[in-house]
Each structure stands twice: as structure tokens, then as C-alpha cells.
Nanobody, 126 residues
Framework: QVQLVESGGGLVQAGGSLRLSCAASGRPIASYAMGWFRQAPGKEREHVAIITFNGRTRNADSVNDRFTISRDNAKNTVYLQMNGLKPEDTAVYYC????????????????????WGQGTQVTVSS
């Protein structure tokens, strides 16, 4: 399995921006679908953004076009650019990898991801 380490979380005011990074090791991620998920206190973990191995992306409706997922296979790293942050975006954000080779990000579910990072806290103040 691939090992994942998230970074870039922190405290930001509403309307601000953060960029999360997910550094992978152990295996090259070029053939993996990658995703960002989040979990707020008392809530289930939910999908935020997914990128397939061939670069197609899908965002959750809750983040719409405020967030952008991208990947740099040469650096074995995945990013999540978060703009226009809202208090409801407060959560622990997790990076995950899936061995799925699907061409469509719409076919990927949380259960398809079997390698997870430890998470990074994002707190948005009002």
C-alpha cells in the first residue's frame, strides 16, 4: 500500500484560503485515483474532491468550485486548493488513494479508497 501524509491545515478566517498537500511514499501514485475527504465532529466522513489516475475530477456539491484538487505525479503529491472557506468547512481533512483505474470520478466511492493518511485539521472562524 501507499503511505500518505497530509499537511497545510490550520486556522483561517472565513473567506480565506488554504492549500493542503498530500505526500505519498512507498509506491508511485500515477496509477492511483486520489481523493480528499473530511470529517467534522459528530458527522460521517464525506467526499470533498476526487481525481482519477488520468486527471478527471469531481467535487462535492458542498464545495462546488471553491476547492480544486490537483496532482503532481512527478512529486508523488496531491493538492487541495481551498478558496472562499466557510465555517462549515471546519473538519479534519484526509487524503486517500484508490487502486481503481476507472476513467470516471463519478464511479468512485469512499469504500473504493483503501490507503488513508492521518488527517490535518482545518478550522475556519467566522
Amino acid at each position: 500500500q501507499v503511505q500518505l501524509v497530509e499537511s497545510g491545515g490550520g486556522l483561517v478566517q472565513a473567506g480565506g484560503s488554504l492549500r493542503l498537500s498530500c505526500a505519498a511514499s512507498g509506491r508511485p501514485i500515477a496509477s492511483y485515483a486520489m481523493g480528499w475527504f473530511r470529517q467534522a465532529p459528530g458527522k460521517e466522513r464525506e467526499h470533498v474532491a476526487i481525481i482519477t489516475f488520468n486527471g478527471r475530477t469531481r467535487n462535492a456539491d458542498s464545495v462546488n468550485d471553491r476547492f480544486t484538487i490537483s496532482r503532481d505525479n512527478a512529486k508523488n503529491t496531491v493538492y487541495l486548493q481551498m478558496n472562499g472557506l466557510k465555517p462549515e468547512d471546519t473538519a479534519v481533512y484526509y487524503c486517500a488513494a484508490s487502486e481503481s483505474r476507472t476513467l470516471s470520478p463519478w464511479l468512485l466511492r469512499l469504500s473504493n479508497f483503501n490507503s488513508w493518511g492521518q488527517g490535518t485539521q482545518v478550522t475556519v472562524s467566522s
